[in-house]
């Protein structure tokens, strides 16, 4: 318990540590008018294509170092699912941010076996012992399913398949599978907002204007979709 504690701390400081010292560098080259202003947005649109352009594997691997640091820090998918379409396009960004998702997950889960799991255990395993069986006997389509449901919070549903001692190549391609179709969506709705603002060069298009545009009022058409869908699955999944 002691060391559980320990490690705890540890993480908490070097959590707080990554996350002041990007809020520092952030703040410290730009004033907060910037960073909100629409020309600020456009700006580094125009730059992250010249990149791309220029030299896409450095911005790839980037982007993709940034998105395992992120996961592993405990960060949520979606931001960096938003961002990897903005950059990248909703195909190779879905590409690049569901290895990059995966990997990060893996790398936490690795993680929180060696030095989480009596704590892990504590706190999750009477809420989800009903999924021990059906991991137990079908571990990799369980989880593949158990990862596209979702309803649970990303860094969680991270660390709680700890208790399941769940196989580490099951758990990438479970992870990376189950994970894509969302991912999928997230990529196609910032590339939409690129595309939207690549259009409206002056200004900052209403909200009116942006959700009649097909590039973003498709892809949010899907997420719901798809959040129907998994409310189903999810019944069925978290069933006694």
């Given amino acids: 318990?002691?060391?559980?504690?320990?490690?705890?701390?540890?993480?908490?400081?070097?959590?707080?540590?990554?996350l002041f010292s990007f809020l520092y560098f952030l703040f410290s080259t730009f004033t907060f008018d910037e960073?909100?202003?629409?020309?600020f947005v456009q700006q580094n649109r125009d730059y992250f294509v010249e990149v791309k352009e220029s030299n896409i594997i450095f911005l790839t691997l980037i982007f993709s170092a940034f998105t395992i640091?992120?996961?592993f820090l405990l960060g949520f998918g979606s931001p960096v699912a938003l961002?990897?379409?903005?950059?990248?396009?909703?195909w190779f960004g879905t590409l690049v941010v569901a290895i990059s998702l995966s990997?990060?997950?893996?790398?936490?889960?690795?993680?929180?076996?060696?030095?989480?799991?009596?704590?892990?255990?504590?706190?999750?395993?009477?809420?989800?012992q009903n999924l021990e069986n059906k991991f137990r006997n079908k571990e990799f389509i369980f989880f593949l399913i158990y990862r596209?449901?979702?309803?649970?919070?990303?860094?969680?549903?991270?660390?709680l398949p700890v208790i399941f001692n769940v196989n580490y190549r099951n758990y990438f391609f479970g992870t990376l599978l189950g994970i894509t179709?969302?991912?999928f969506i997230m990529?196609?709705?910032?590339?939409?907002?690129?595309?939207?603002?690549?259009?409206?060069?002056?200004?900052?298009?209403g909200i009116h204007v942006m959700i009649r545009s097909p590039e973003i009022y498709i892809p949010i058409f899907c997420f719901i979709i798809l959040i129907i869908l998994t409310f189903f699955l999810r019944k069925f999944f978290f069933k006694k």
């Fill in 1 to 18: 318990m002691e060391k559980t504690k320990k490690i705890k701390i540890f993480i908490g400081i070097f959590y707080l540590t990554v």
């Fill in 35 to 39: 960073i909100t202003s629409y020309k």
């Fill in 69 to 71: 640091l992120w996961v």
């Fill in 83 to 90: 961002l990897g379409g903005f950059i990248f396009g909703k």
């Fill in 103 to 128: 990997i990060g997950s893996l790398l936490l889960y690795i993680f929180g076996s060696y030095f989480l799991k009596d704590y892990i255990k504590n706190k999750f395993l009477n809420k989800f």
């Fill in 148 to 159: 596209f449901v979702g309803g649970i919070p990303f860094f969680i549903a991270n660390l």
């Fill in 181 to 183: 179709p969302q991912i």
């Fill in 187 to 205: 990529c196609a709705l910032g590339n939409g907002i690129e595309k939207v603002i690549e259009k409206n060069i002056t200004s900052l298009p």
